[in-house]
Every structure is written in structure tokens, then in C-alpha cells.
T-cell receptor, first 109, second 113 residues
Framework: GEDVEQSLFLSVREGDSSVINCTYT??????LYWYKQEPGAGLQLLTY?????DMKQDQRLTVLLNKKDKHLSLRIADTQTGDSAIYFC?????????FGTGTRLTIIP | NAGVTQTPKFQVLKTGQSMTLQCAQD?????MYWYRQDPGMGLRLIYY???????DKGEVPNGYNVSRLNKREFSLRLESAAPSQTSVYFC????????????FGAGTRLSVL
């Protein structure tokens, strides 16, 4: 099955850009997603990209997809304290989502 | 505008007790899912129901059963709870096909003593 990996922690200064990386193994993933989880809450969809795209931008968020290397990244521009959360990447294959372990983003004032 | 509703929000059980986690969605979605979240392990799929009347095992189904009661409701049952089932449980729903976006409930925090 799919295997999705992320680093566990990232610290960024307020106002800088955050880049969260993810690698996956299943090249048949049709969609790849970024979800955000704030403390004590469920997962909220941030953005997603179809596998035939290599970039998607949505306000402060930029998603880059490198299918050859099976690498997905999420860039958050001008990181704010409200961006503190756990970020999960996930891949959809055969109607099943497989999640990474999540990256905890900490904002340094 | 409820989306996906899970009950209860918190539960403490003793080893060997049983309980059912409830999930309902009001988005007319065909597919529903149960996940568990453990520290450092992301979300792992327990069971899913691609459409009303069908259920399938996910990555970690042992110790659980599910019932797709109707299109709106998908319940998860622990017949004999074990400490290893201490976790946060999330229910999600999505359309059967298309972009596959899943919408999540707020979670049930379960402790088994």
C-alpha cells in the first residue's frame, strides 16, 4: 500500500515562509492533499492538487508536486501565529486516503 | 451547517467494556470512514464504507466492527475494549468519486484503563 512520510517538527519565525515536505510511494495517487489540525480539533482541508499538475497557488499557500521524485511540498508565505498546527499530507489511491505522520509547525515570535 | 458530527466527544472505559462511537453526516455523501490517530503515527484507517450497504477493512480493523446504518450514519463498535485502543477516533465522509476530499468530524477521545 501507500506509504507517506513527513518530518515531525518545523519551527519558523513569524513573517518568514514555511515549507513542509512530504514523500509518498504510490505513483497511482490521483489526488494529494494538505490538511491542517489545530489542537483538540479535527482535520481541516487546506488545499489539494491533482496528480497531473505540478503547482497550485491559493493565497498564501503554494503546493508543489514532483511526480518523478514522488515529493509534495506546502509553502506558507508570511507565516503567522495562527498557522501553528499539525499539517498532514495525504494521497488518494483506489478511493482510500493514506496520511503522513504530520508535521508540527511552531511559530517563533 | 453541521457537516460531520461525532458523539461522544470524550469517553473513558475499563478494559473489557464495550461501546459504540456514533457518526452522522448531513452532506449527502456516499462514502464514510473511521480513523484512529495516535501520536507520531498520523491517521490510520480502521474501516470504511464506500457506499450505503458496503463496508471494508482498512489498515487496522482488528478489535473493531462497523455498521453503515443508512446513508447518513456510520458507527464504530468496540466489543471488548483494550488499553491499546486508547486513541482519538475520527469519522470522515466524502463523495464516492471525484476529488476525494474527506470532511472530518471533531473526534472522540477515548481512554481505556
Amino acid at each position: 500500500g501507500e506509504d507517506v512520510e513527513q518530518s515531525l517538527f518545523l519551527s519558523v519565525r513569524e513573517g518568514d515562509s514555511s515549507v513542509i515536505n512530504c514523500t509518498y510511494t504510490d505513483s497511482s495517487s490521483t489526488y494529494l492533499y494538505w490538511y491542517k489540525q489545530e489542537p483538540g480539533a479535527g482535520l481541516q482541508l487546506l488545499t489539494y492538487i491533482f496528480s497531473n499538475m505540478d503547482m497550485k497557488q491559493d493565497q498564501r499557500l503554494t503546493v508543489l508536486l514532483n511526480k518523478k521524485d514522488k515529493h509534495l511540498s506546502l509553502r506558507i508565505a508570511d507565516t503567522q501565529t495562527g498557522d501553528s498546527a499539525i499539517y498532514f499530507c495525504a494521497g488518494l489511491s483506489r478511493r482510500v486516503l493514506t496520511f503522513g505522520t504530520g508535521t508540527r509547525l511552531t511559530i517563533i515570535p | 451547517n453541521a457537516g460531520v458530527t461525532q458523539t461522544p466527544k470524550f469517553q473513558v472505559l475499563k478494559t473489557g467494556q464495550s461501546m459504540t462511537l456514533q457518526c452522522a453526516q448531513d452532506m449527502n455523501h456516499n462514502s464514510m470512514y473511521w480513523y484512529r490517530q495516535d501520536p507520531g503515527m498520523g491517521l490510520r484507517l480502521i474501516y470504511y464504507s464506500a457506499s450505503e450497504g458496503t463496508t471494508d477493512k482498512g489498515e487496522v480493523p482488528n478489535g473493531y466492527n462497523v455498521s453503515r446504518l443508512n446513508k447518513r450514519e456510520f458507527s464504530l463498535r468496540l466489543e471488548s475494549a483494550a488499553p491499546s485502543q486508547t486513541s482519538v477516533y475520527f469519522c470522515a465522509s466524502s463523495e464516492l468519486d471525484g476529488d476525494g476530499i474527506q470532511y472530518f468530524g471533531a473526534g472522540t477521545r477515548l481512554s481505556v484503563l
